[in-house]
Each structure stands twice: as C-alpha cells, then as structure tokens.
C-alpha cells in the first residue's frame, strides 16, 4: 500500500493570511494607535513639566509675597514706632508751653493781686485814722479833737 499524500497548501496558506493580516493590521491600526499613544505620552510630559514650571514660579511669587510682606511689617512698625515718638515730643511741646503760659498768667495774677492788694492797704492805711476816730467817737459817745 502506498498511501499517497497530497500536499495541503491550505496550512501555508494560513500562515501567509496571518502574516498579511498583522502586516495590515500594523499598519491600519497598531502604527497610529502607538503613534496616538506617544503623542499623547508627550503631551502629558510636556504637562508635568508646565505644571512644574508653574508650581515653581508660584512658590517663588509666595516666597516673595511673604518677604514683601515681612519687609512692609517691618517699615510699619518702624513708621508706627516714628510716628510714636513724634507725637511723644508734640505732646512734650505742648505740655511745656502750656506750662510757660500757666505760670506767665500766673505771675501777672501774683503781680495783679500784690499791686491790688497793695493799693487796698494804702487805701485802708489812708482811712484808719478816719475810722478810728469814728469808732471812738461812737464808743465815747462824743467827737475826739
């Protein structure tokens, strides 16, 4: 018996079928697929690295934010502290003004009451003898030579 056996091209036939289709299937579907992934890997590297860009450049605005901010305290205070002792010397100023006038008005009243009570001393000296004599008379019960 010889058993003869026919070639069956169909197996070749399938391995060329499967090579073709992963060849058009590379290029139809796996090739922009890929290239759509690594578009879209280098737009989101791109992302970090503007969102690390931007993450940088805000905290540099808040560090400098923060030291403008720690600078206009410092001035404040110093601008409080200057004002302070300004209106510290204003109020000495005043006080010692008010002070002066205090006691020049105070030596024109001692000035005007010694002058007013001088002439009211002159005056009563003038009258004494007036008023002694009238009291005398009235407690002797007649006039006094």
């Avoid at 791109?46 to 940088?56: A, K, Y």
């Avoid at 209106?87 to 009451?113: D, F, H, S, T, Y």
């Amino acid at each position: 018996m010889n058993i003869e056996v026919i070639p069956n091209y169909s197996t070749l036939l399938q391995v060329a079928n499967f090579v073709l289709l992963i060849i058009v299937m590379n290029v139809i579907l796996y090739k922009p697929i890929r290239s759509i992934v690594a578009q879209r890997r280098e737009r989101m590297q791109g992302m970090r690295e503007e969102i690390g860009t931007s993450l940088d450049a805000a905290e540099q605005k808040r560090r400098t934010l923060e030291e403008n901010l720690a600078e206009a305290r410092v001035a404040g205070q110093s601008k409080k502290e200057e004002l302070t002792r300004e209106a510290e010397q204003a109020e000495k100023e005043l006080i010692a003004r008010i002070n002066e006038e205090a006691a020049r008005e105070l030596g024109e009243m001692r000035g005007r009451v010694t002058a007013q009570v001088a002439e009211a001393k002159a005056k009563l000296e003038a009258e004494v003898e007036g008023f002694a004599q009238s009291i005398s008379a009235k407690i002797l019960g007649r006039a006094l030579a």
